[in-house]
């Protein structure tokens, strides 16, 4: 059974601003809580088959667990997800920009004040759906140009959650790079490492030494990051692998091919709902959980999928307490949620191999991830 939320455990004034958690319905039967800090998923219950619901999403009980625990879990990440190696942004004109660094020497997932730590304006709240804004400013973030972003959540009867998100540039040449950042278990506790995934993906990209793109694209053929065809997660991360030792697990970007497919090598549908216009849409995953049938689809408008095995949950009694395992506590261990991160290619604006769109003051860009649940 899904875990019961406290609503107030959620709400409180943070940067000056109100949190609060909200909880959207389905008429298919999904339920999914939203935080408005970092526009977080706290909570994706699926429907068990047996008139329950089961919590596929790793998360905490109240806003507090979120502040004290593991920084991504479960939210929005912006401006650029990913890293900017040494914390340099190239500009246009090649110049570069110095920006806060968050992870060594790196700007990691919108640095240290990105979207992930900032509480978002609440602009609509129905009972399938919910709209979220933020604007990213250079005082932030250190990125050039200010950025309105509209973040549109929303259930649809085929137990698909839809996030779309529109960015606006206001007064400067900026960019962005949108992911969530939910870990999932579709069993609802344990590892991970039963699961089976599938990537349309034949080219990944191999990390340097200091853990950034090393600008390359290769071939998945004979690596751990082959998952054109569905395979067990335990055995692709124990596989021996340079590129695993150096990343500590897998934690790899995947550059999706432009087919779609499922295990018939059938094309799937892409999802359709008001607010993600299925023209765009591509899959960039299958996760299956063989015990309890149970699959997630990623379809997404990005080129390429960050892969992240878990292997930073670590058993921690702080960072790692979360909620789940017999309706109360679980002490995460390595390999218990997975992510399953859409975005841009990885140091993109500093990789001149790797494309960067630049958005000009007026330019509007449009992105979305769909998760949809099925068994």
């Given at each position: 059974m899904a875990y019961s939320l406290s609503r107030k455990a959620f709400q409180q004034e943070l940067h000056g601003q109100p949190t609060d958690l909200f909880t959207l319905r389905g008429a298919g039967g999904l339920q999914v809580a939203v935080s408005n800090y970092g526009a977080r998923l706290v909570q994706v219950a699926v429907p068990d088959g047996q008139g329950g619901l089961v919590d596929v999403a790793l998360g905490y009980d109240s806003l507090q667990g979120y502040l004290d625990g593991q920084l991504s879990m479960g939210a929005l990440i912006g401006r650029w997800a990913g890293r900017l190696r040494s914390g340099l942004l190239t500009l246009p004109d090649g110049a570069q920009r110095q920006?806060?660094?968050?992870?060594?020497?790196?700007?990691?997932?919108?640095?240290?004040?990105?979207?992930?730590?900032?509480?978002?304006?609440?602009?609509?709240?129905?009972?399938?759906?919910?709209?979220?804004?933020?604007?990213?400013?250079?005082?932030?973030?250190?990125?050039?140009?200010?950025?309105r972003l509209q973040l549109h959540l929303h259930l649809t009867a085929d137990n698909a959650l839809h996030m779309a998100w529109t960015g606006e540039a206001l007064d400067a040449p900026t960019l962005l790079n949108i992911t969530g950042h939910a870990f999932?278990?579709?069993?609802?506790?344990?590892?991970?490492?039963?699961?089976?995934?599938?990537?349309?993906?034949?080219?990944?990209?191999?990390?340097?030494?200091?853990?950034?793109?090393?600008?390359?694209?290769?071939?998945?053929?004979?690596?751990?990051?082959?998952?054109?065809?569905?395979?067990?997660?335990?055995?692709?991360?124990?596989?021996?692998?340079?590129?695993?030792?150096?990343?500590?697990?897998?934690?790899?970007?995947?550059?999706?091919?432009?087919?779609?497919?499922?295990?018939?090598?059938?094309?799937?549908?892409p999802p359709v709902s008001p607010i993600t216009p299925s023209q765009g849409l591509r899959l960039a995953a299958l996760l299956s959980e063989p015990l309890t049938g149970r699959t997630m689809e990623v379809w997404s408008t990005a080129p390429g999928v960050q892969v992240y095995a878990g292997h930073g949950l670590k058993a921690d009694p702080v960072r790692d307490l979360g909620r789940g395992a017999e309706q109360g506590v679980w002490l995460w261990q390595p390999g218990d949620g997975i992510c399953l991160e859409p975005m841009e290619y990885p140091d993109a604006p500093n990789q001149p191999g790797f494309p960067v769109r630049w958005l000009a003051p007026g330019d509007v860009v449009q992105g979305a991830i769909v998760y949809r649940f099925t068994g």
């Open positions: 920006l806060p660094t968050n992870s060594g020497p790196h700007h990691h997932h919108g640095g240290p004040k990105g979207s992930r730590f900032q509480v978002f304006a609440v602009d609509d709240v129905q009972a399938d759906a919910l709209t979220l804004s933020h604007t990213f400013r250079t005082e932030d973030d250190g990125v050039p140009g200010t950025l999932f278990n579709l069993a609802g506790a344990g590892s991970t490492h039963g699961h089976t995934l599938q990537v349309p993906a034949s080219r990944y990209v191999p990390l340097a030494a200091d853990v950034c793109p090393s600008g390359l694209v290769q071939p998945v053929d004979a690596t751990p990051f082959d998952l054109r065809e569905a395979r067990s997660v335990g055995a692709a991360v124990a596989e021996p692998c340079e590129q695993l030792s150096l990343a500590g697990g897998l934690d790899h970007y995947l550059v999706l091919d432009e087919h779609v497919w499922d295990e018939e090598g059938a094309v799937r549908t």
